[in-house]
């Protein structure tokens, strides 16, 4: 190593030395940029981190320059890092455009400057841009007009519909109108549409296709909401209760044709026929046809009728079946079989004959479905009755006004009672008792004052012969005797606060044929008539679920409010939650089971879990309901303590909860800034991390050598403030003259340097450098040479000096120039004076080109004697 690199690098490692003595704070690491490097870095590598203020000199690569244009900039390391942020940013030349007017000489831009450019008639730069933009990777998009796309009305055929307007031809992004025919739409269901000309022809394709407007239903209703339908649409509908098309089913669909819909929803009107019946059977009344609602009555004309003596006309068919007769005895039936969880009401027999009704009740907590009487029918018992579990309890005891319920304990299960008592001066009206059924009470007695209590009077009726005793009126709690015509027995009312219980009336009960078998329900088969009034809940197969009502009830005689057993659709995966996640079984076989399965069958529930700090308010689960997600629950975050406290710093609301969500802003004390985020939030129980309070004011100004400053010295400066130092004679400012106060500490360092003819290093020139290696110091009229490296031409004046500090005006090294064979081949040229495939020129050197054979100069073409200028040729084009 000779004695000049000894000096240089005992000066750097000295200067590094101080800077860590002086006690600096080491912010910048090693700088790492694209395309550029610092001057003598691997000299410079082992000082790094360095110290807020320190700069460098550094060069940028062939093709980028430093954001200042010039050739070589300073780095400096500041509080926001290494500054500027890009050191090197691209250069780009701009002299010629193909198909576009030129500029006559050459001019470049930096990454980020954008300039327009002028195409000849009928061309565009790409996308029908006219702005060209110098980039990282150089002009986007290039600097090459295109002719310009146009798309004519001729190229394209609109079946079914036709143009609205009369331009036949349209330039690249224009758009224009369609129309459809009458009977056809766009493939989004609208009579016109739109499209657009572009690079590859017309976009998007124009379509008019076949449709059906919505068909008009008759009885039937459709769960498809579409106002029109495409060719082939198929569209479901369903027949209302008691209605069937013409095929005789309930269900049907109609497809789009070209024609129109392939046949009309209509559905009529459901009737039964009677098929053939035992000619022993009387059969009143007697009708070709029977609508639904229609009920026919049976007897034998000899024999015993075995079956119901009535049966009904349904959308489903008549039910039940059809009784034949028996020409011989009947035989009578053993005692009637238990039923679990149930009951027999009354004392048992030994045996009982044929048409006997034996009655059953359930235990408490069991809901009775299916028939709740059975008939002894020629030896067999018809279907007994099941007692299901009914899950559902009652809420709280409702409370009764003047009165009070009897000691009881919850939970209350169906089948559960409580007594109620009125108070001394009051008289209970209705029953004592109220029952808990199916999750809900019974209807509440009433408690009416004793003195207030209203009388009854007779009703009048042509139907009653007799009343006993003969009065008018009759006290609260008395009896009345009375019998209607043509009978020989006396009924009877009591009087309960001006009503009669039960309402004395003559008019003969109306029954019910035997209930029916409704589809995908349990069998039911019962010859026993229902009075009306009465109700019977019946039980669905296995997989289908009973909609509402879950009841039938006998009423005119006739069966009304059938219930339906509806198929019961699974769910897909359950829904995922905020702040939680599906509680999985403990195995992991169960677990892998669990989350496989893409499909759950209606009825399956699962729990949720959630993330710590976080809770589920209400219920924890969802359930599959008919294919659909109950409501999830959601996750609530805990509820965080006091903010955390920080030294010198005060929140703005202090309390001792706060809810998950909720923020709150810190301040610090006067002189004091924050560093950090100053709101911080409270999120499941915890709060986010707090800031720091850290001094913003700066002390006195550190001392500078050489150096005065401007205005009065304070004891204290606040963050941002500036003070401007100036150098005293014979020395000069080198680099800024300011220093910063920020957040505490002093930022920049001013240097005077004496400046009494001495230079710095000779300055960095682009693609060159001197001959000799490079000093920190330089004394008067010593002077340094530069070289180009190879291919590059050096333009001035090759030797510089120092004096009065400064040194001489550097040279600049001009860029070569390389011929590529596939850019002569692309504009159909050759050199006309050389053979190589790859040429070297020198910026200023003449080239001249010519034609391939076969080929003559192109219309506004460059000329072919052309000058290699800084790198760039202007060449020229044959075609």
Known sequence: MGFCSMLLLSNILLTAWLSTAKGEVKSCEFPQFKYGRLYYEEILRPNFPVSIGNKYSYKCDNGFSPPSGIFWDYLRCTVQGWEPEVPCVRKCVFHYVENGQSAYWEKIYVQGQSLKVQCYNGYSLQNGQDTMTCT??????????????????????????????????????????????????????????????????????????????????????????????????????????????????????????????????????????????????????????????????????????????????????????????????????????????????????????????????????????????????????????????????????????????????????????VEFTCAETFTMIGLGSVFCLSGKWTQLPKCVATDQLEKCRVLKSTDIEAIKPKRKEFQHNSTMYYKCRDKQEYEHSICINGKWNPEPNCIRKISCPPPPQIPNTQVIETTVKYLDGEKLSVLCQDNYLTQDPEEMMCKDGRWQSLPHCIEKIPCSQPPTIEHGSIKLPRTSEKRRKSIEFSSHEHGTTFSYVCDDGFRIPEENGVACYMGKWSTPPRCVGLPCGPPPSIPLGTVSLELESYQHGEEVTYHCSTGFGIDGPALIKCEGGKWSDPPKCIKTDCDILPTIENAIIRGKNKKSYRTGEQVTVRCQSPYQMNGSDTVTCINGRWIGKPVCKDSRGKCGPPPPIDNGDITSLSLPEYEPFSSVDYQCQKYYLLKGKKTITCRNGKWSEPPTCLHACIIPENIMEARKIILKWRHTKNIYSHSGEDIEFECKYGYHKARGSPPFRTKCISGTINYPICE
């Open 136 to 417: 990282e990777n150089g002009w986007s998009p290039p600097p090459k007009c295109i002719r310009i796309k146009t798309c004519s009305v001729s190229d394209i055929e609109i079946e079914n519909g036709f143009f609205s307007e009369s331009f036949r031809t349209y330039a690249l992004n224009r758009e224009t109108s369609y129309r459809c025919k009458q009977g056809y739409v766009t493939n989004t269901g609208e009579t016109s549409g739109s499209i657009t000309c572009l690079q590859n022809g017309w976009s998007p394709q124009p379509s008019c296709i076949k449709s059906c407007e919505r068909p008009v239903f008759e009885n039937s209703v459709t769960k498809n909401n579409s106002t029109w339908f495409k060719l082939n649409d198929k569209l479901d509908y369903e027949c209302l209760i008691g209605y069937e098309n013409e095929y005789k089913h309930t269900k049907g669909s109609i497809t789009c044709t070209y024609y129109g819909w392939s046949d009309t929803p209509s559905c009529y009107e459901i009737e039964c026929s009677v098929p053939i019946l035992d000619r022993k059977l009387v059969v009143s009344p007697r009708k070709e046809k029977y609508r639904v609602g229609d009920l026919l009555e049976f007897s034998c004309r000899s024999g015993h009728r075995v079956g119901p003596d009535s049966v009904q006309c349904y959308h489903f068919g008549w039910s039940p079946s059809f009784p034949t007769c028996k020409a011989g005895q009947v035989a009578s039936c053993a005692q009637p079989p238990e039923i679990p969880n149930g009951e027999i009401n009354g004392a048992k027999r030994v045996e009982y004959s044929h048409g006997e009704v034996v009655g059953y009740d359930c235990k408490p907590r069991f809901l009775l479905k299916g028939p709740n009487k059975i008939q002894c029918v020629d030896g067999m018992w018809t279907t007994l009755p099941v007692c299901v579990e009914e899950e559902r309890t009652c809420g709280d005891i409702p409370e009764l006004e003047h009165g009070s319920v009897k000691f009881s304990v919850p939970p209350y299960h169906h089948g559960d009672s």
